[in-house]
């Protein structure tokens, strides 16, 4: 079974609905992170969570909230879509131990807004 | 603020042989970590070598080699008996002891020809 798993893993959806999508993991690992995948643009980064009662903002959080649920879930909600949210959605997860922690990938959630 | 800079434009490899991709980075923090992900046409984002500042040699993990030339602030990937698997997007990214969050650079697709 994948470590990191995302549902969906595709959803088209319309104008002004509301949309979540779920990261679950068996890693143990207390970060989690949410990116947008947008082409010719990289990943970046939307809400990250350091532990359960931990949430920040990333670069590009307006238009969307999360919540961390436990320490192997969060979810990520956009309350009302629009188009330009239409994207790959990744959730991440790491284990700080000293040095840098890797980051660890789902598998992604493909977002069509309509 | 931390930057990744991937200029190359798509990169055409023969089968077997070797290749280097190439990634800059600026930060102004003397202590950062480096990553390279593997992002093949499938859309995981899958991990292949981390790089930390002050480690003394170059990293590898079986074919992958992190040539990590700190002056230059350079941090190439080089892949070498490149296969017909290898083809897929890279991305360079990097953290830093400032924010601990992970910055992309914008991706760099490599074509591996049999």
């Known amino acids: 079974d994948a470590d990191v798993t995302q549902t969906p893993r595709n959803r088209i959806t319309k104008t002004g609905k509301r949309i979540m999508l779920e990261c679950s993991q068996t890693?143990?690992?207390?970060?989690m992170y949410w990116y947008r995948q947008d082409p010719g643009l990289g990943l970046r980064l939307i809400y990250y969570?350091?532990?359960?009662?931990?949430?920040n903002k990333g670069e590009i959080s307006d238009g969307y909230s999360v919540s961390r649920q436990a320490q192997a879930k969060f979810s990520l909600s956009l309350e009302s879509a629009i188009p330009n949210q239409t994207a790959l959605y990744f959730c991440?997860?790491?284990?700080?131990?000293?040095?840098?922690?890797?980051?660890?990938f789902g598998p992604g959630t493909r977002l069509t807004v309509l | 603020a931390q930057k990744i800079t991937q200029t190359q434009p798509g990169m055409f490899v023969q089968e077997k042989e070797a290749v280097t991709l190439d990634c800059t980075y600026d930060?102004?923090?003397?202590?950062?970590?480096l990553f390279w992900y593997k992002q093949p046409s499938s859309g995981e984002m899958i991990f292949l070598i981390y790089?930390?500042?002050?480690?003394?040699q170059n990293a590898t993990e079986g074919r992958y080699s992190l040539n990590f030339q700190k002056a230059r602030k350079s941090a190439n990937l080089v892949i070498s008996a490149s296969q017909l698997g290898d083809s897929a997007m890279y991305f360079c990214?990097?953290?830093?002891?400032?924010?601990?969050?992970?910055?992309f650079g914008k991706g760099i697709t490599l074509s591996v020809r049999p």
């Open positions: 969570s350091f532990d359960v009662k931990d949430i």
């Open positions: 990214a990097m953290i830093t002891g400032a924010n601990s969050k992970l910055t």
């Open positions: 890693k143990g690992h207390d970060r």
């Open positions: 790089q930390g500042s002050y480690d003394q």
């Open positions: 930060t102004s923090d003397p202590s950062y970590g």
């Open positions: 991440a997860t790491s284990d700080f131990r000293g040095g840098w922690d890797t980051q660890y």
